[in-house]
């Protein structure tokens, strides 16, 4: 009797992971000419935190950061499928705000060719293309920048990514503020692109949407490959450590290239954020 519910056992449990496991197979094969949708979710972290605004963090440069803002604009997305051929989003479409304080963390694109994907292509910030099609040409998106800080004026342009809060280091005395606004200017094109293969296939079909989640390390705008210290950039008053152009931005525009990491890719039919 003992052997029988051993042997009972058994079966159910190879049962079990026979269905796990083909819960990954590719049961739904691409029908030409068919489109479906794609989903990005953006995850904020800091240094393998999670990124809970008014926590405070400390880096390597020993410097104690209170984040009270992180956003930034994501776009131009390219999708590449298993025989390497890339499909690039309309670009009048491909521009998208991401706010942890608007908890805008998700990323939707729709009438995808139906394919089975294997890369990733997008940029950070507003390329000097788009921009340069003038203001009424993307209003509609300038406006939802400006409403989530993202934007200067027009003659100067986007915020590309805009990360603030207070932050403490034993060089000095007593809590000063920060704000790190990168973007382009008229000297120098911070834009950037970051290509990122997928640990897991993306299949989109006309019924079947994947989500891909990535990971974001904010922590990487100043202590990336490149160290940059806010005491370092305190401005003349001692109050306030201002970084929105020159040399700063450049290596910023450097470091994020490594912000952004695919946690994995999950195949079904609606969004899933975990």
């Not at 009270?68 to 025989?83: A, G, K």
Request: proline residues 3%.
């Amino acid at each position: 009797m003992r052997f029988t519910l051993k042997a009972i056992a058994a079966v159910m449990a190879f049962s079990t992971l026979f269905v796990s496991c083909s819960s990954d197979d590719d049961t739904n094969p691409v029908t030409e000419g068919s489109v479906g949708d794609v989903e990005f979710y953006f995850d904020n972290g800091v240094n393998g935190d999670a990124l809970i605004l008014g926590n405070a963090y400390t880096n390597s440069n020993n410097e104690k950061l209170t984040i009270n803002r992180f956003n930034y604009i994501v776009s131009n997305f390219v999708l590449t499928d298993e025989d390497g051929n890339e499909f690039a989003y309309p670009k009048e479409q491909s521009y998208f705000v991401i706010s942890e304080e608007a908890d805008r963390l998700a990323v939707h694109l729709e009438n995808i060719p139906a394919g089975n994907y294997k890369k990733i292509k997008f940029g950070i910030g507003v390329d000097q293309q788009r921009y340069l099609q003038g203001e009424t040409a993307q209003q509609s998106f300038w406006d939802l920048a400006s409403a989530n800080f993202l934007t200067w004026t027009w003659s100067t342009g986007y915020r590309f990514i805009n990360f603030e809060g207070t932050f403490t280091s034993p060089a000095v005395e007593g809590e000063k503020n920060f704000q790190v606004h990168q973007g382009s200017n008229s000297a120098t094109d911070n834009y950037r692109e970051v290509t990122l293969s997928l640990p897991t296939t993306a299949r989109v079909r006309k019924n079947e949407m994947p989500n891909i989640h990535l990971m974001v390390d904010a922590n990487v705008i100043l202590d990336g490959d490149t160290k940059i210290k806010l005491v370092d950039n305190l401005n003349t008053a001692g109050t306030s450590a201002p970084i929105m152009g020159g040399e700063s931005l450049i290596t910023i525009a450097a470091n994020t290239l490594k912000m952004f990491k695919v946690d994995h890719v999950h195949n079904g039919s609606g969004s899933h954020h975990d």
